[in-house]
């Protein structure tokens, strides 16, 4: 069954530092793989994905995610971090086989606070 | 361009109530999904529409949902008799496709079912 993993609940990083959130999926064959973000009573919005190609994606906000496909993880990143970062980050994958293409499967969320 | 809308965006009902949600995709999308937020999990899919056509309903409690997109543009979501568990917030997607890469959420409405 297709699966995705986020490991922590919450991660905390101080303004104007890297900041890391993992995440690691379970798919048969070559997934689809995507980061939303979420903002306080806002629906997701999208911020990048992987189909194919350059291992590393970068995306909205100066985000960018980097593709292992001998780890199975899809770890989102951003070289230095603002305090509106601040937010709940969701990965998703989406098998683009059979017939019910589009769905996503989404991880818990990790809860992202950058503090000034 | 206009993005999903949903509304409403908050709606407080008593258990065994019954409750509709609407939601219009970005014009021109083919594809419109519903998914259910619980609070402290990620969206949860409960049916996908390709046109006027379902394409997955395999997650939907049909003992008390429903939903519909008889033209193939809006959609409704019906959930009768509410329960308890049914407190989340119902998020409204949109692609070009089925094929298409990239979902667009609407806002969302939050639940709470007392």
């Known amino acids: 069954a297709q699966s995705v993993a986020q490991p922590e609940d919450q991660v905390n990083v101080a303004e104007g530092n890297p900041l890391t959130v993992k995440c690691t999926y379970s798919?048969?064959?070559?997934?689809?793989l995507f980061w939303y973000v979420q903002y306080p009573n806002r629906g997701l919005q999208f911020l990048l994905k992987?189909?194919?190609?350059?291992?590393l994606v970068k995306g909205s906000y100066g985000f960018e995610a980097e593709f292992n496909k001998s780890q199975t993880s899809f770890h989102l990143k951003k070289p230095s971090a603002l305090v509106s970062d601040s937010a709940l980050y969701f990965c998703?994958?989406?098998?683009?086989?059979?017939?019910?293409?589009?769905?996503?499967?989404f991880g818990q969320g990790t809860e992202l606070s950058v503090k000034p | 361009e206009a993005g999903v809308a949903q509304s409403p965006r908050y709606k407080i009902i008593e258990k065994r109530q019954s409750v509709a949600f609407w939601c219009n995709p970005i014009?021109?999308?083919?594809?419109l999904y519903w998914y259910q937020q619980i609070l402290g999990q990620g969206p949860k899919l409960l049916i996908q529409?390709?046109?006027?056509?379902?394409?997955?309903d395999s997650q939907l409690p049909k003992d008390r949902f429903s939903a519909e997109r008889l033209k193939g543009v809006d959609s409704t979501l019906k959930i009768q008799p509410a329960k308890l568990e049914d407190s989340a917030v119902y998020l409204c997607?949109?692609?070009?496709?089925?094929?298409?890469?990239?979902?667009?959420f609407g806002p969302g409405t939050r639940l709470t079912v007392t």
């Open positions: 997607a949109s692609s070009l496709d089925v094929g298409g890469v990239e979902q667009y």
């Open positions: 798919v048969s064959g070559n997934p689809y």
């Open positions: 992987y189909i194919t190609g350059d291992n």
């Open positions: 998703a994958v989406r098998d683009p086989r059979g017939n019910q293409g589009g769905k996503l499967i």
């Open positions: 014009s021109g999308h083919a594809t």
């Open positions: 529409f390709q046109n006027n056509g379902v394409v997955d």
